[in-house]
T-cell receptor, first 111, second 112 residues
């Protein structure tokens, strides 16, 4: 089945810890994206990648890091530098000139 | 740089009434425009898109949107809503740089 897989669905993190969210796609898309969603603020772009081994900062990249070593994978690390990490995180992939396809999201909670 | 403004954060509407969700964008390059729908605790699903060609685009479940270049708008309409249309709707824009930007969303609540 083709699609975007995000894991885990729910994630709990202690303050001061780094945590990595997984995103895998088997759609052969060049572009991949990470968004953060908070109530009333829509989707804010964290990082995006147009091609393997290359990525660009989005609008709220501070406190996050990514890698794109394989076309199908775009993991997001939420570092301890992110002061307010509790949110719903969405990953997507696309071809740039067509629509993006979204995963089901990961809800991260800092405890 | 591109950005999207959704002019209404909440839209309450009665069942079988029409609804319009407003979206304006700014972009310095050629644009591709999208409307997505999100149900609670789920990812986003594409509702419809404008890539090129006809400025009026339609979805399979009765929504339509019109690309207006002069007004930089891409408003979403449905002539008669159902309870099942209750959801959050997002307008998005992308361009040749692959950056995909979203608006803040509009919550549609359909009441019987």
């Amino acid at each position: 089945d083709g699609g975007i897989t995000q894991s885990p669905k729910y994630l709990f993190r202690k303050e001061g810890q780094n945590v990595t969210l997984s995103c895998e796609q088997n759609l052969n898309h060049d572009a991949m994206y990470w968004y953060r969603q908070d109530p009333g603020q829509g989707l804010r772009l964290i990082y995006y990648s147009q091609i393997v081994n290359d990525f660009q900062k989005g609008d709220i990249a501070e406190g996050y890091s990514v890698s794109r070593e394989k076309k199908e994978s775009f993991p997001l690390t939420v570092t301890s530098a992110q002061k307010n990490p509790t949110a719903f995180y969405l990953c997507a992939s696309g071809q740039g000139d067509t629509e993006a396809f979204f995963g089901q999201g990961t809800r991260l909670t800092v405890v | 740089a591109q950005s999207v403004t959704q002019l209404d954060s909440q839209v309450p509407v009665f069942e079988e009434a029409p609804v319009e969700l407003r979206c304006n964008y700014s972009s310095s390059v050629s644009v591709y425009l999208f409307w997505y729908v999100q149900y609670p605790n789920q990812g986003l699903q594409l509702l419809l898109k404008y890539l090129s060609g006809s400025t009026l685009v339609e979805s399979i479940n009765g929504f339509e949107a019109e690309f207006n270049k002069s007004q930089t708008s891409f408003h979403l309409r449905k002539p008669s809503v159902h309870i099942s249309d209750t959801a959050e709707y997002f307008c998005a824009v992308s361009g040749d740089d692959y950056k995909l930007s979203f608006g803040a969303g509009t919550t549609v609540t359909v009441r019987a």
